[in-house]
């Protein structure tokens, strides 16, 4: 079974840096784009990056400039960089990723379980 494991979250001061990781683990078959979303309370879940297999990235305009997005395909992991953190920042933060599965030959989204990133002083 396919498990995405999220980690790296916490508190962090206005100005603060904090790195997520998320590891894919189980019987897969191919590991494809892989992305950050975060849910703020109250709000609904917001796309922040994504990164394909082959490096290219995409980051949402209140993120870019300040988040990194990249990954280690030989560890199926997916990492984002969070720097110059505001207190909007603050969000439960959820991994995702396409993948093929073992045994199947279509690509299917999984969701890892989030990891909360406050942004206070």
């Known amino acids: 079974q396919v498990q995405l494991v999220e980690s790296g979250g916490g508190l962090v001061q206005p100005g603060g840096s904090l790195r997520l990781s998320c590891a894919a683990s189980?019987?897969?078959?191919?590991?494809?784009?892989m992305g950050w979303y975060r849910q703020a309370p109250g709000k609904q879940r917001e796309w922040v990056a994504g990164?394909?297999?082959?490096?290219?990235?995409n980051y949402a305009d209140s993120v870019r400039g300040r988040f990194t997005i990249s990954r280690d395909n030989a560890k199926n992991t997916v990492y984002l960089q969070m720097n110059n953190l505001k207190p909007e920042d603050t969000a439960v933060y959820y991994c995702?990723?396409?993948?093929?599965?073992?045994?199947?030959?279509?690509?299917?989204?999984?969701w890892g379980q989030g990891t909360r990133v406050t942004v206070s002083s």
């Open positions: 995702n990723a396409y993948l093929i599965p073992s045994g199947g030959t279509a690509l299917k989204t999984y």
């Open positions: 189980g019987s897969i078959v191919s590991l494809n784009t």
């Open positions: 990164i394909t297999r082959g490096g290219s990235t």
